[in-house]
């Protein structure tokens, strides 16, 4: 399943970015740039972790094209506490992402704009393990640092000219540290830099 999920991202991802090149020379308007923050709550798929926290920084770039296609480069981090019998242990995944966001085309005077996103990135994710007074006392952490893959969707709502709130659901894919996938649900809000 892994392998043909990743085929279906990086595919979307190509097409995307192919088809925004081959209209890049039209002129419905200059290209625009957005820098984007949010905060949100991570929902890990591995064993013994609780809901986590997540936090995103983005810059995007949407070209001057008649496509409703965008790119995203984003920093962000994630962190879950894990329970585990007489010792506290929290695992933190930090992210390198670029993706590509389509637009979904919209009919109507509706203000809210569905979009999908998808991706590549770089992950480092780590683990800390401390164990207390009652086991024998050891103090271990891990890393790994290796590629990963998301794909999600979320919805923008203008408030003001050049500010726009949002809401993503995404799902992130790992490779590091035995594959750790995870589930973002972040609100942001995104600002138009002014031309």
Request: proline share 6%; glycine share 12%; charged share 15%.
């Amino acid at each position: 399943m892994r392998p043909f999920v990743s085929a279906v991202i990086a595919s979307m991802s190509f097409a995307s970015f192919a088809f925004g090149q081959t209209r890049a020379a039209a002129t419905s308007g200059p290209s625009e740039f957005a820098v984007d923050g949010s905060l949100g709550f991570a929902v890990p798929s591995f064993d013994n972790s609780s809901l986590g926290l997540d936090l995103m920084g983005a810059f995007e770039w949407h070209p001057k094209s008649t496509l409703p296609v965008a790119f995203r480069g984003e920093i962000g981090y994630s962190y879950f506490g894990v329970s585990c019998d007489g010792c506290s242990a929290h695992s933190d995944i930090l992210r390198f992402d670029v993706d590509a966001l389509y637009d979904i085309p919209m009919h109507g005077s509706t203000k809210i704009q569905p979009y999908l996103l998808g991706g590549l990135g770089i992950y480092h994710v780590s683990v800390s393990i401390g164990c207390g007074p009652n086991v024998v006392v050891c103090d271990f952490g891990a890393s790994d640092t290796n590629l990963g893959i998301n794909l999600g969707g979320g919805l923008r709502y203008p408030f003001a000219p050049g500010l726009s709130g949002f809401f993503e659901l995404r799902w992130h894919e790992a490779f590091a540290a035995g594959d750790a996938a995870y589930f973002p649900f972040q609100f942001g809000v995104r600002y138009a830099i002014p031309k």
